[in-house]
Nanobody
Framework: QVQLVESGGGLVQPGGSLGLSCEGS????????IGWFRQAPGKEREAVSC???????KYVESVKGRFTISRDNAKNTVYLQMNSLKPENTAVYYC?????????????????WGEGTQVTVSE
């Protein structure tokens, strides 16, 4: 069955960096877009970044220049490198598999989700 597993979260100080990974299985990874979303306590899930089959990437404005998304289809993995982290980046980060043929920044553009990984930015 389709599975997505996130890893790499943790506790980091403001200004620090973290790298997240999303490994997919149970589907042909190279023909689907993958997106990263996050959800902070008391807030709705929001898009962070996505990468298309052709490796075109999109970012929300608040992370542009600080976060980088990439994919390695040979490893069925999408990465999110997060630099210059801020306390407001604290959230559970989820990766999602794009609906076939789509590469968007809305939750309805994704049909499967991982369980998430916690990122905490604090002194």
């Amino acid at each position: 069955q389709v599975q997505l597993v996130e890893s790499g979260g943790g506790l980091v100080q403001p200004g620090g960096s973290l790298g997240l990974s999303c490994e997919g299985s149970g589907f042909p990874f190279d023909v689907y877009a993958i997106g990263w979303f996050r959800q902070a306590p008391g807030k709705e899930r929001e898009a962070v970044s996505c990468i298309s089959v052709k490796e075109v990437s999109k970012y929300v404005e608040s992370v542009k220049g600080r976060f980088t998304i990439s994919r390695d289809n040979a490893k069925n993995t999408v990465y999110l490198q997060m630099n210059s982290l801020k306390p407001e980046n604290t959230a559970v980060y989820y990766c999602g598999r794009g609906v076939f043929g789509r590469s968007g920044v809305e939750a309805y553009d994704y049909d499967y989700w991982g369980e998430g990984t916690q990122v905490t930015v604090s002194e």
